[in-house]
């Protein structure tokens, strides 16, 4: 877990203002002593001030490069804290699975460089609203096992998020989970999968990846959420920073749902932190997802 700075509010003050205030406040401790011409000087710098302050600020408004102060709040939004975005007992849309063969399977193993699985599980997750397609990689231990620990968390996203997934791949051993957006699915791993629930994160690292599927399309090309970034100044996390057009809406989508839904989940200065980090993402993606409502099975 990175260092955590809870006075984000400090870090975010304009140094450039700071710097000219302090300027005045010289001039004002010394002005009894001063002549005439420190007089006039202290003026000019004055009227400086009141010239230059709102400049200031609307170049801060306007994305000017010269306070970048905050800070990203972690690594990466999934395994690099022990925040609980989305907890086991949340409640889940209904749903129930069955096997439903096996057989060749396109799902895209980057390890072999293979295209087609033989002989991959298959499993059908029912939902009221929809079917999802669960394939399992036949080295896996357990592929039962392994499919409805998939299937319970993505019983948890967002319906308006589960209703983009058209299936997802588990393949055997280790790798990073990955998506493609364009073909509806995630890659999880087997032992990606054991490590994620251990350390309670397979539902955020499902929803990270169900972000890509569901709202990268729709949001990021979008101009104001472009701008929403340039105003902000600073990502979430390292891994947006990184890779701003790629991560930042995965990574800030997981913060903002959960202070829009669960306020008071993650720790007061989290929130904080994150309300000062980037308060323009979160006001996009807060009106994007509020129709977004968490599912239950009822
Ligand atoms: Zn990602």
């Known amino acids: 877990m990175t260092s955590f700075h809870t006075d984000y509010s400090a870090h975010v003050r304009p140094i450039a203002v700071v710097q000219i205030l302090s300027i005045e406040q010289q001039e004002r401790a010394h ?24 400049l200031i600020f609307s170049a801060l408004l306007a994305g000017f490069p010269f306070t970048a102060i905050a800070e990203p709040l972690y690594p990466n939004s ?39 699985t033989e002989g991959a599980f298959h499993f059908d997750v029912t939902f009221p609203d929809q079917r999802i397609r669960i394939n399992v990689h036949p080295g896996v231990g357990n592929p039962q096992q392994r499919a409805r620990e998939a299937a319970a968390s993505v019983s948890r996203l967002p319906t308006q998020m589960r209703n983009a997934l058209k299936h997802v791949n588990i393949l055997d051993g280790d790798g990073a989970a990955w998506e493609e957006s364009l073909g509806g699915f995630f890659t999880l791993y087997d032992e990606l999968m ?29 101009r104001d959420w472009r701008s929403s970034q340039a105003k902000d100044r600073d990502f979430i996390t390292q891994y947006a920073a990184d890779k701003p057009n790629k991560e930042d809406i995965a990574e800030s989508a997981l913060f903002v749902w959960t202070m829009l839904h669960h306020p008071g989940r993650l720790p007061a200065d989290v929130e904080a932190a994150v309300r000062d980090t980037i308060p323009n993402r979160l006001e996009y993606l807060s009106n994007m997802m509020k129709g977004y409502e968490p599912p239950s099975c009822s």
């Open 78 to 116: 999934v395994a690099s804290n022990d925040l609980d975005f989305i907890l086991p007992d949340d409640p889940g849309a209904c749903w129930s699975i069955a096997a439903s063969g096996r057989g060749r399977t396109e799902m895209y193993d980057p390890r072999r460089d293979a295209l087609f």
């Open 31 to 54: 002005v009894d002593q001063c002549c005439a011409r420190r007089q006039a000087r202290f003026v000019w710098i004055y009227k400086l001030e009141t010239v230059l302050k709102p």
């Open 194 to 222: 054991t490590r994620r629930l251990a350390e309670h994160d397979l539902d955020e690292t499902v929803f990270h990846e169900s972000a890509h599927v569901a709202l990268d399309p729709m949001f990021s090309g979008d």
